[in-house]
C-alpha cells in the first residue's frame, strides 16, 4: 500500500506559479512511476506529467508541457509539479498517482491515488 498526500494549491492570479507537492508513505517510493493528472469542472480526469522511477525521464501532456514540469525526490519520498505561466483553463484539482507499472496517460494505469488539491487561476 502506498499513501499519496498533494499540497501547495491555492489561488493565483494567470501568469503566476505554483509548485505542487505529493508526499508518499508505506512501500518504497523508489519502485513507482509517478504522474499528475487533473479535473476540472465537467471534465473528465486528465493526464498533466508523469516521471519514471528512476526519475530519469518525464513525460508531459501538449497543454502543459513548457510551462510544468515534474521532478521526483526518492530520498525524499516526494513528486513535485513546477507550474509556471497558468492560465485560468488550468484551474482543476490535481490528483497525484502512482503506478506499480510503466508510466501511462492513462488514469486506469495508476494503482494509488492522493485525495487532491485544488488550483484555481483567475484571470
Known amino acids: 500500500q502506498v499513501q499519496l498526500v498533494e499540497s501547495g494549491g491555492g489561488l493565483v492570479q494567470a501568469g503566476g506559479s505554483l509548485r505542487l507537492s505529493c508526499a508518499a508513505s508505506?512501500?518504497?517510493?523508489?519502485?513507482?512511476?509517478m504522474a499528475w493528472f487533473r479535473q476540472g469542472p465537467g471534465k473528465e480526469r486528465e493526464f498533466v506529467a508523469a516521471i519514471r522511477r528512476s526519475a530519469g525521464s518525464t513525460y508531459s501532456s501538449d497543454s502543459v508541457k513548457g510551462r510544468f514540469t515534474i521532478s521526483r525526490d526518492n530520498a525524499g519520498n516526494t513528486v513535485f509539479l513546477q507550474m509556471n505561466s497558468l492560465k485560468p483553463e488550468d484551474t482543476a484539482v490535481y490528483y497525484c498517482a502512482a503506478s506499480n507499472g510503466a508510466v501511462s496517460v492513462r488514469p486506469r494505469a495508476y494503482d494509488y491515488w492522493g485525495q487532491g488539491t485544488q488550483v484555481t487561476v483567475s484571470s
Open positions: 508505506g512501500r518504497s517510493f523508489s519502485m513507482f512511476a
